[in-house]
């Protein structure tokens, strides 16, 4: 009998998702039920099975509908393993779930019941073999006893049982706390949020207790640093501004630090930020109720502010309460960079990419807290691939600066951006230099990881999504290459799609589309799609093909009807066979002239005008439509999304003249003049 030495923290950071949906890859091998009975958990850590499991024997297991479960043979080596998850009346009947090769020559299968029953867990040897040679399964049902994150006892859903507070604490009349502990061995205590408000924000203990104690302490008597979270706005060109309501720290010990970034070393604002008893960091600390309000407006070009909060061990106070909202600015996110996964690039292999970043989107992508990425992103550039042939592919990421830091994470295969799941390699190591795959056994690492994972085995047509992120706050760049034996497949289209362009038309109000191929072969049609939040997709046109040719074709469309904010594009080319391949997504912003504005249109009018204006949360707002003796025509209340809006405006009826059109928003008044002819 083999000895087991394996913590279940080095189990856990190798459970992956990588199942396969190819149905004839399933094993059915079944040779006998061993071990006899079946098997219940609600443990959402792995336990142990057996220890000595053959390969064709399958166990019978226990399962809840709705409920994540994971069986791994992960961290056992006797033999090269496959996993095979079927249900019925036996083993080999109502296919489940199959894996192979998710570490190293191991399997895992992380499967969401979708009945309550049991199942049966077959294991085999690669291909499909018996083998008497002993393996370990361990399963956990990931989804059991979860908690919420919330350890302040002043909190309606407080929960003793809970082990890390990810600032998901529930207050009346808070929408966010700040977290007291960070995860994966990290100061970040809580997944990026992508909010425009307004919402209240304040310290652990709410607005009636006081926050906590031996937040960021790692020990007396030196002080490394506070637990931080970060706020970045969900609307492009637009910046985090946060008031502050109230503040008060016990006087020079307990400090919040406000920086315009996201990231913990993001450069701290200089406003009421004063030396502290901590080596003579700077922060916001004791009494600060006679100057408040006073406010911060991020500056950066993400857009985003973090708040780092430092707490010793002796006495507290009632801490702090803040508004934050988005408000207009230049230089903010525009919302159609590679920063967010619905806007990602299309990599081949062979060449080298350099890239950069300008922040973490305007969508808080692929964040699990506690695990890796842990926090979610910082400074990201999301990509895909596909794999054209089968084989090994290894990644570098090379800075330009040899100093700055350099995270990554690869999710797949065949995975969509609402759909990520767990990453299949991931690290955040806070090394400097290169960092990659191909270099280490491990699938995934914490902060105190060399940087370096296992190659990964891919299959032809798989298709993969990875987001490369910046943690140094003044990264310059880097370049990303690929090796190992599998090719890329560098073709985005079947056609040889040379350009692809939209641009905004503001005299007109609409995005002129347009594209390029260099040539064609059975292409019966284009399908142009819009979209306003990279997920949900509609088809706006529809354009012909060229059939086959070896001329450049030029295609042209408008958009007469684009949204106000950032608008997603992309193409669905159609063969004649009826095989449809998309195109990368191309993004199109349409509020940096008119975000904080009123506009009408048009105007001067005859009938109708479209009144275009900006409120910055989800509300009911006024409109008011004034004639020029002061006397109100129209006064109608207006259901209003964050961000832009549109509402007509029926002027029939009405005299010529000269009007005045309000919009009342619960932070601002629109006003616009409008002439009836």
Request: proline letters at 5%.
């Amino acid at each position: 009998m083999k000895t087991k030495n394996l913590l279940i923290q080095t189990l856990l950071a190798l459970i992956v998702l990588l199942q396969s949906t190819t149905l004839h890859s399933q094993c059915a091998n079944c040779s006998a039920n061993y071990p006899a009975g079946t098997f219940s958990t609600t443990s959402n850590t792995l336990t142990t099975v057996n220890t000595c499991i053959y390969g064709g024997e399958y166990a019978v297991y226990n399962v809840t509908a709705g409920e994540t479960y994971t069986w791994t043979t992960c961290g056992d080596t006797d033999f090269d393993t496959q996993l095979t998850l079927w249900t019925g009346a036996s083993c080999g009947t109502g296919f489940l779930a199959y894996n192979d090769d998710a570490c190293g020559l191991q399997s895992t299968i992380t499967w969401v019941a979708t009945f309550t029953g049991t199942v049966n867990l077959l294991v085999s040897r690669y291909n499909c073999a018996n083998q008497s040679t002993c393996m370990t399964v361990q399963w956990a049902c990931t989804s059991c006893g979860a908690v919420p994150g919330c350890t302040n006892p002043a909190a309606s859903n407080y929960n003793p049982a809970a082990t890390i507070d990810d600032g998901s604490c529930v207050f009346p009349g808070v929408d966010y706390v700040h977290p007291t502990v960070g995860g994966a061995g990290e100061f970040v205590g809580a997944c990026m949020v992508n909010d425009c408000g307004p919402f209240r924000y304040t310290d652990n203990g709410g607005l009636a207790a006081n926050y906590s104690t031996n937040i960021g302490i790692t020990g007396p008597p030196t002080h490394y640093g506070g637990i931080y979270r970060v706020f970045c706005p969900e609307t492009a060109g637009m910046c985090m501004q946060a008031t502050f309501n109230s503040f008060r720290t016990f006087n020079n010990r307990d400090y919040l630090q406000v920086k315009s970034g996201p990231t913990q070393n993001s450069p701290d604002f200089a406003l009421n930020h004063a030396p502290t008893a901590w080596g003579g960091i700077n922060g916001m600390w004791g009494n600060l109720n006679g100057v408040t309000p006073f406010s911060f407006t991020s500056t950066d070009a993400s857009g985003c502010l973090t708040f780092r909060f430092h707490s010793d061990a002796a006495s507290t106070h009632t801490g702090w309460d803040a508004t934050l909202q988005c408000v207009p600015c230049a230089g903010g996110p525009s919302g159609t960079d590679n920063n967010d996964c619905q806007t990602l690039t299309a990599l081949c292999a062979g060449t080298a990419l350099p890239g950069n970043s300008s922040g973490p989107g305007l969508v808080s992508d692929g964040c699990v807290f506690g695990q890796c990425p842990a926090g979610g992103e910082n400074f990201s550039n999301w990509y895909t691939f596909q794999a054209q042939t089968t084989g090994t592919l290894n990644i570098t990421i090379t800075p330009t600066t040899p100093s700055d830091d350099y995270d990554f994470a690869i999710y797949g295969p065949n995975v969509t951006c609402s759909t990520l799941g767990n990453p299949v390699r991931c690290s955040d190591a806070a090394t400097t230099g290169a960092t990659g795959m191909g270099g280490d056994v491990d699938l995934t690492e914490p902060a105190a990881g060399n940087g370096q994972l296992a190659t990964m085995n891919v299959v032809a047509g798989q298709q993969y999504i990875m987001v490369v992120d910046e943690w140094t706050a003044t990264g310059s760049g880097y370049t990303l290459t690929f090796g190992g034996t599998a090719s890329l497949d560098c073709v985005v289209l079947p056609v040889e799609l040379a350009e692809f362009n939209a641009e905004y038309v503001p005299s007109e109000d609409i995005v002129d589309i347009f594209w390029r191929t260099e040539s064609e072969r059975d292409n019966d049609r284009f399908e142009v799609e819009r979209s306003t939040d990279g997920i949900n997709w509609e088809i706006i046109h529809v354009v012909k093909g060229a059939g086959t040719t070896t001329y450049e074709t030029q295609y042209y469309v408008a958009d007469p009807n684009p949204f106000l904010g950032v608008n997603y594009y992309r193409l669905n080319q159609w063969d004649t066979d009826g095989n449809g391949k998309y195109s990368e997504v191309i993004a199109v912003n349409i509020l940096d002239n008119v975000y904080d504005m009123l506009t009408v249109f048009p105007n001067p009018t005859k009938e109708s005008v479209e009144v275009i204006f900006n409120s910055y949360s989800k509300e009911q707002v006024m409109m008011t439509l004034t004639n020029s003796s002061g006397k109100v025509i129209v006064n109608t209340p207006i259901d209003a999304v964050s961000g832009g809006n549109r509402f007509n405006l029926d002027l029939n009826g009405q005299s010529a003249g000269v009007y005045i059109v309000s919009i009342i928003t619960r932070d601002k008044v629109y006003r616009e003049r409008l002439i009836k002819e």
